[in-house]
């Protein structure tokens, strides 16, 4: 999976939104952002998600290239590049953030250090979203839009898998609705997207994956008129597409959204049997 990058006019607006002020070296702030995928012939010199979110904080926290602000600009883009790349980080208090930014700013911890405490500090949890575009996917028995398309009406959420009784390994095919929801940037604007929802068995000993079923879907970001009642922004997609799956054998598999072929989240589906006096229909979660 590709390491999703912070984008020079994306540190420019965080440094806006925290009160940092206008960029002084652009030079500099290019050199930072790129810092993080930096390396040698023997692999990169951060090769972690929390090397890379460290590098991004010690390089902006170490240097004045935003007139002000420059320790609050490091700490966002530091937690916006780990969200972008599906780690939440939790809440950390204040007074722990405000001491890691002081002693980094005075050069008192290495990068090493840094990415330590992230990883140890902040308390994580991996999301199935590895997109920071996606807002949230899910799955369900059926789902259709409204008439304007801006809403989504879903049956049967949150499902996880399939118990047939007595299965005798005869071909099943089962009906699947894949949904989210993707909030599209500037640097989406004018690019005709492909959304694929696929659903997938992985052969862990062979390291690969046979597709059961796919289904895409195509769309360019559409901004709003800008009216009072509008707000000047891109309209997020809200997206239902539908799988039919054909299984002729029990165990775990896993529905995938790919935006132009690069993975953006999953969901693990199971399809079990069970015995006769159990009764079948969908698992929830």
Known sequence: MTTRRISLEA???IALQVGGG????EGGVRGILARPFSGHIDGEFFPTLWDKAAALLHGFATTQYFEDGNKRTAWVISQTFLRLNGVRPLPVAPIHSEVLMLATAANALEVSHISEWLFSES???FDDVYDGRVEFMFLAAGAE????GATLSAWGLGLAGYVLPDFDGTAVTLRLAVCTRIHWTTEDDGVDHEVTARIVEHVEQAGTETILASNSYSQMPVIQSGHQYQKSER??????MYLEPEFVKVGSY??????DGELA????????????QDLDGPIGE
Do not use: C
């Not at 989240?265 to 006769?276: D, G, R």
């Open 11 to 13: 540190a420019r607006q």
């Open 123 to 125: 308390g994580v949890r």
């Open 254 to 259: 896993e529905v995938q959204l790919l935006i």
């Open 22 to 25: 206008a960029m002084t070296d």
């Open 235 to 240: 309209i997020p997609a809200l997206v239902r």
């Open 265 to 276: 989240a999953t969901k693990t589906f199971a399809f079990n049997a069970w015995e006769s």
């Open 145 to 148: 839009h409204d008439e304007s």
